[in-house]
């Protein structure tokens, strides 16, 4: 690892960061040396501000500790180098290729919905199927955007009142911000938006704390139609080894019907509202 001298409110930044990487992960300096092959000595002479390693070597702690592309760009930053991980928007050129995939997969997914979310659960992308699907229940163009799917599900004047398993699907819910946020570290906005959803009403905080239920391959998701409720499950897709920072933050949600009488009514209901 090469040394280089840092200015002085340029040192502590990076220690301060990779310590609460580090403390995040719940890894020692030695498990981190274990990890990258790094002494500890070098690992503590960084955390201190002693040195700074090179581009190589920050990466590879960076690597180690699954550090998530956004926050990489800013240990490199508070290093004195430049950004590795384009931060352009998810609709930019340089990402055609993967919008031109997730509009392929949405449009394979018809007729049942899909959309493409941002890591705080916006929409960027739907296929034809899912504002028709919405419509079904409540008026979806009247919802200002940009369109959330979590408060879409807890507002009472959005589709709370048409889920059936609602307290069960709202606990399972907060579970999943948890489990998906990116690098599995909740930041201070997907924080804002938890305490908003925390905001309406009959929402308790200790759903935040869910516990299993029953013993079932996926948690479904029922809406309630003309006295009749149809069952779905989703499954989520992400890119796979992503180089920019919106690649890594992007995910596809496609429902599927979770009964066949699910899928019969659901062909009804559609075909209905065109």
Not at 189 to 210: G, I, Q
């Amino acid at each position: 690892m090469k040394s280089a001298k840092l200015t002085t409110n340029m040192m502590p930044n990076l220690g301060v960061l990779l310590r609460h990487w580090r403390d995040l992960r719940g890894s020692s300096q030695l498990d981190l040396s274990l990890d990258t092959g790094i002494s500890q000595k070098q690992i503590s002479f960084v955390e201190s501000g002693r040195s700074v390693p090179n581009r190589q070597t920050l990466m590879a702690i960076a690597q180690a500790l699954d550090i998530p592309l956004r926050d990489r760009n800013t240990l490199l930053l508070a290093a004195g180098y430049a950004p590795m991980f384009s931060e352009s928007e998810w609709d930019s050129a340089e990402m055609k290729s993967v919008t031109n995939a997730l509009r392929r997969m949405l449009r394979q997914h018809e007729p049942f919905p899909a959309v493409v979310m941002d890591r705080y659960w916006n929409v960027l992308m739907t296929n034809e199927a899912t504002p028709r699907f919405f419509g079904c229940f409540i008026d979806i163009a009247a919802r200002q955007g940009p369109r959330n799917m979590l408060h879409l599900m807890f507002d009472p004047q959005g589709m709370r009142p048409f889920i059936a398993n609602w307290q069960d699907v709202a606990r399972s819910l907060f579970e999943r911000v948890y489990r998906e946020s990116i690098g599995r570290v909740v930041d201070e906005k997907t924080k804002a938006l938890l305490a908003e959803l925390l905001a309406y009403p009959d929402v308790k905080s200790d759903w935040k704390n869910p516990v299993a239920i029953g013993f079932m391959p996926a948690i479904p998701l029922g809406f309630i139609r003309e006295d009749r409720v149809l069952n779905y499950f989703s499954m989520v897709t992400t890119v796979g080894t992503p180089q920019t920072v919106a690649a890594q933050e992007l995910r596809i949600e496609c429902m599927f019907p979770a009964d066949e009488a699910t899928e019969i009514h659901h062909a009804e209901m559609m075909a209905a509202a065109w």
